[in-house]
Nanobody, 126 residues
Framework: EVQLVESGGGLVQAGGSLRLSCAASGLSLDAYAIGWFRQAPGKEREEVSC????????YYADSVKGRFTISSDNAKNTVYLQMNSLKPEDTAVYYC???????????????????WGQGTQVTVSS
């Protein structure tokens, strides 16, 4: 059974940093894409960043490019999302998810992700 556990969320001032972790079990990162998605109150879920460790392919939403970095530690079966220069509009619940299908394109489409974590709250104060 695939399980994903997020951690690292919290309250931070604008301009600050957080690092989210997604600890995976029941899967190998070599065979899955892992994505970070977020949902703010009253808004639809949106993709943030995704990584396919098998080929190193990464995706970033335009809103986080240059500020967020996704990485994976296959030995620890953990994917990280380093978030710098945080803005109040980054406030949301952040979820990690796993896609078992290798894709050359479109690796960050939420409906392709079959397993989801419980989420971690990120709050950025102005």
């Amino acid at each position: 059974e695939v399980q994903l556990v997020e951690s690292g969320g919290g309250l931070v001032q604008a301009g600050g940093s957080l690092r989210l972790s997604c600890a995976a079990s029941g899967l190998s990162l070599d065979a899955y894409a892992i994505g970070w998605f977020r949902q703010a109150p009253g808004k639809e879920r949106e993709e943030v960043s995704c990584i396919s460790s098998s080929d190193g392919n990464t995706y970033y939403a335009d809103s986080v490019k240059g500020r967020f970095t996704i990485s994976s530690d296959n030995a620890k079966n953990t994917v990280y999302l380093q978030m710098n220069s945080l803005k109040p509009e980054d406030t949301a619940v952040y979820y990690c998810a796993a896609d078992p299908v290798f894709r050359m394109y479109g690796i960050c489409i939420a409906t392709q992700y079959m397993s989801w974590g419980q989420g971690t709250q990120v709050t950025v104060s102005s």
